[in-house]
């Protein structure tokens, strides 16, 4: 709690326990009956003084309609009534204290939730340990720190700046960015992301950005103006409250003069006293703050629920449209798969596997293509550089090179052919690699991109989490793009898309969705950019130290698992369901008690726990989307 | 131009009368109160001094919340 909120909580007990005190004392017809309003007058002023003073304000800025005025009004009235009729000074003093008993409450609760969610998102760093060339440490403000500078992280600090390990090895908790617990190893030549915590060994960092332009900067950034961007229902709120308390505050007007009215026209007595009270009933219950103050919290803490398991959304507005989601739209290369290729399978080979594998990767040593990589990845050993000789490349369509003396050819089926060959067709799916040696054909390696491990359970999810259809696109072959499609289960697939007709593509399905339901699209973020802004709902991954996409993307997942795009989607739900119950929930006891005040029912105390109660409740219920499963 | 300023302010309503209140300042293009981050991210015309557009729209706000500041 802060100084204002003890300072309120002192007025509390004091004038609690004076309207205890109060009530033994036997004030009744003391002074002319004087002394007991002056009493109770007291109390009220110790808790209600600065509720008084801001009503007033408010009158004085042509600003009349708020809570505070509600509430002054409502209490005044009812100590007036007190002293004219009824001699029951203590509901005017309760009804205040109560009041203040609920605010307390709210601005404790909000500041707890504000304080959690800026924990989750503790990954700012304090200061940064530059290492000068005469090999002495100095402390600086990571602000200060250039591009290219070697800074120190010792095990227990965050990596303050982006940079490449450039001496020593470490495990990296990545939590805070990425919602991994599984610590990632650095060694030398590695990029450290500012944001990680540096677990085990000293690392020396050269920094690569600036600070401002760092991760950890960004991220920051990111999730702290994420509530800006405000959704529906939010919208709904302000414009509600706007109408809502003026049209209160008449209603009770009209409530206390048409009553008696209504009354004296029957021939009844009008009452005059009783529907005043009835009037100012209906004021205290009518207070919205229970609506206002618990939808955004529950998206704030829903936002920051979703930040603690690696998923960033950059507004409340995205929230909303991801749970809505009913068609979720993926590229296939690095979403769904690795983006990787690996080396599936040696077929036909005329002599053993490693051998041919050997021969293919010394062949292939000098070519930066991603074909010559991974196969130098799937051998996996050091290559003697020193045996190949005379290497030659054919551009679009492989690799002849010399080696141990060996003619040795390796590319696709053209080159075969071209060395007057006939290659053996693969029946698997993927890139294949044939190869020759010394004049006579010797096997092929089939080279795939391999689907991400939880890539199918993940689509899986996405169906019982109520999305209806999955939809694949992709640049890649359609024989390759049908089988991913097939393995994963999902619905559609389009093929061999360039970047522009996959735009249409999304185009199409975003004409063929109904009413209120929405699109996302799930891409990597690197040349999804068009189709990332175009969709309902742009999510992008794998965008730890990407910066295009945590730009175009409207909702961020750290890491590449797709299993996090299900995680966003039931969060999302999770919050939305939040806030429609808040909604329902509140306005539907008010409008109860708003009816039973009318009616004279329901009395002044019934009316502050609709008031409290109601917020209390609602507060308990939105923190609720903090939590993620 | 556009920057963020750190507010302190009670209750979301009042945050909400405070972007109001904010927004019809002149010299404002557009302002955003974020009640959960305690902000104002506040976009100035073109050609508007932020140094004298915010006591501006502070006192604006005031007007509407009293309870209300705005540290710039």
Known sequence: ?629 | MKKTYKIEVDCANCAAKMEEAARKTEGVASAVVNFMALKMIVEFQEGADPKKVMPLVLANCKKVEDDCEIMF
């Open chain 1, 1 to 629: 709690m802060n100084k204002k909120q003890k300072n309120v909580l002192a007025r509390i007990l004091i004038s609690g326990a004076l309207l205890v005190l109060l009530h033994f004392l036997p004030l009744d017809g003391v002074l002319g009956g004087w002394l007991k309003p002056l009493c109770y007058l007291v109390p009220y002023l110790i808790i209600g003084h600065d509720i008084l003073r801001k009503a007033w304000k408010g009158i004085k800025n042509r600003q009349p309609f708020d809570e505070c005025f509600l509430m002054a009004v409502a209490t005044i009235g009812a100590f007036a009534l007190a002293a004219m009729k009824t001699g029951d000074y203590v509901e005017a003093v309760a009804v205040m204290l109560f009041y203040q008993v609920g605010e307390l409450f709210q601005s404790v609760a909000v500041g707890k939730s504000r304080r959690s969610i800026s924990a989750l998102m503790d990954i700012r760093p304090d200061s940064a340990t530059l290492l000068k060339e005469d090999g002495s440490e100095e402390r600086v403000d990571p602000d200060e720190v250039e591009i290219g500078s070697l800074l120190v992280v010792r095990p227990g600090e965050k990596i303050p700046i982006d940079g490449v390990v450039v001496e020593g090895e470490s495990a990296l908790n990545t939590a805070a960015l990425t919602g991994e617990s599984v610590p990632r190893t650095v060694r030398p030549g590695d990029a450290a992301l500012s944001g990680c915590v540096n677990l085990s060994g000293v690392l020396q960092v050269r920094t690569t950005q600036e600070f401002g332009e760092s991760t950890a900067s960004k991220i920051l950034d990111l999730v702290e103006n994420a509530s800006s961007l405000k959704s529906r229902s939010e919208a709904f709120i302000t414009r509600f409250a706007r109408v809502y308390t003026p049209a209160v505050c008449y209603a009770a007007l009209a409530l206390a003069i048409l009553g008696p009215l209504v009354s004296l026209l029957f021939g009844d007595d009008p009452r005059w006293l009783e529907w005043l009270m009835r009037a100012l009933t209906f004021l205290v219950i009518s207070c919205p703050c229970a609506l206002v103050i618990s939808i955004p919290l529950t998206f704030f803490a829903g936002i920051g629920g979703a930040s603690r398991a690696g998923v960033l959304v950059k507004g409340s507005t995205y929230l909303e449209a991801l749970a809505d989601a009913s068609t979720v739209v993926f590229d296939k290369t690095g979403t769904m798969t690795e983006g990787v290729f690996e080396v599936a399978g040696v077929h036909h080979a005329d002599r053993p596997e490693e051998e041919l594998l050997e021969l293919a990767a010394l062949a292939e040593s000098h070519s930066t293509h991603p074909i010559s990589q991974s196969l130098r990845r799937a051998w996996g050993k050091p290559l003697d550089l020193s045996r190949v000789t005379d290497e030659e490349e054919i551009g679009g369509e492989g690799v002849m090179a010399l080696v141990d003396g060996l003619q040795v050819a390796v590319g696709n089926e053209k080159l075969m052919r071209r060395l007057g060959l006939e290659p053996v067709p693969c029946r698997a799916v993927g890139t294949v690699a044939h190869l020759a040696v010394d004049g006579r054909y010797a096997g092929h390696i089939l080279i795939a991109d391999q689907v991400k491990p939880n890539a199918a359970v993940a689509v899986e999810q996405l169906h019982r989490a109520g999305v209806k259809k999955t939809v694949m696109l992709t640049g890649d072959r359609a024989n390759v793009a049908q089988q991913v499609a097939e393995r994963l289960g999902i619905d559609e697939v389009r093929a061999e898309l360039l970047p522009a007709e996959k735009v249409a593509e999304v185009e199409r399905l975003l004409a063929e969705k109904t009413g209120r339901q929405t699109l996302c699209f799930v891409g990597d973020g690197i040349n999804d950019a068009p189709v990332l802004t175009r969709a309902d709902v742009g999510i992008a991954m794998g965008a730890l130290g990407s910066d295009a996409a945590v730009e175009a993307a409207d909702i961020v997942l750290m890491d590449d698992d797709p299993l996090k795009i299900a995680t966003a989607i039931r969060i999302a739900r999770k919050c939305l369901r939040i806030v429609r119950q808040n909604i329902v929930f509140a306005l539907g006891v008010k409008a109860v008690c708003l009816l039973l005040g009318a009616m004279g029912i329901a009395g002044m105390w019934l009316a502050i726990f609709a008031d409290v109660g109601v917020m209390v409740i609602a507060v308990l219920n939105a923190i609720r989307a903090l939590k993620v499963k």
